[in-house]
């Protein structure tokens, strides 16, 4: 079955170093979302991307995030100059379509920020 | 805004038993379609189900089932016959029809499964 795979599983980084999350949604998917989960918080949403660019975002998704579909499989989440608050659970997911379908997460990237 | 409420932070069930994890959910919008989410230890989020708002029929899968109850705006998980398998933090989740793209989520019910 197909699956939406995330790299790294784990990353470490320096405050204010830059770190890219990697996402390979599921291939035939056209809508591509990003999610963070601070530890024992909820799952917020951050940005979802559609025919290579933003389509939507939240107030989080400040000037220090960026997206990016480099090419035709990978999807990525940039943060320019990492921040302690930034730990979190990142989490990709893909649709087919938009406003219907469901969204199917990878396993996520755990940042860590020291 | 669109709030999710998951009121039950933690519930214990025996195995194959019964339990009901409970959900409500603040919209102002009538086209709307609402999700529960697993995120067992691994951290992945995995669909259970989902509901679109326009059904009257509850939705069922396998041993999972929601109670939709749209004017009280309440969307409850049953979970039937429970194993051990489905112990695990359990999102509700809520999306607007036709626009919005982002899901908001509720702040989970962990569910342990007691043998």
């Known amino acids: 079955e197909p699956e939406v795979t995330q790299t790294p599983s784990h990353q470490v980084t320096q405050m204010g170093q830059e770190v890219i999350l990697r996402c390979v949604p599921i291939s035939n998917h056209l809508y591509f979302y990003w999610y963070r989960q601070i530890l024992g918080q909820k799952v917020e949403f951050l940005v979802s991307?559609?025919?290579?660019?933003?389509?939507?975002k939240s107030e989080i998704f400040d000037d220090q995030f960026s997206v990016e579909r480099p090419d035709g499989s990978n999807f990525t989440l940039k943060i320019r100059s990492t921040k302690l608050e930034d730990s979190a659970m990142y989490f990709c997911a893909s649709s087919f379509l938009r406003a219907t379908d469901t969204q199917y997460f990878g396993p996520g990237t755990r940042l860590t920020v020291l | 805004a669109q709030t999710v409420t998951q009121s039950q932070p933690e519930m214990s069930v025996q195995e194959a038993e019964t339990v009901t994890l409970s959900c409500t959910y603040d919209t102002s919008e009538s086209d709307y379609y609402l999700f529960w989410y697993k995120q067992p230890p691994s951290r992945q989020m995995i669909l259970v189900i989902r509901?679109?708002?326009?059904?009257?029929q509850n939705a069922t899968e396998n041993r999972f089932s929601v109670n939709f109850q749209k004017a009280a705006k309440s969307f409850s998980l049953k979970i039937s016959d429970s194993q051990l398998g489905d112990a695990a933090m359990y999102f509700c989740a809520y999306r607007i029809g036709g626009g919005a793209d982002g899901l908001t989520f509720g702040k989970g019910t962990h569910l342990i499964i007691q043998p």
């Open positions: 991307f559609y025919n290579n660019e933003i389509s939507e």
């Open positions: 509901q679109e708002a326009y059904k009257q």
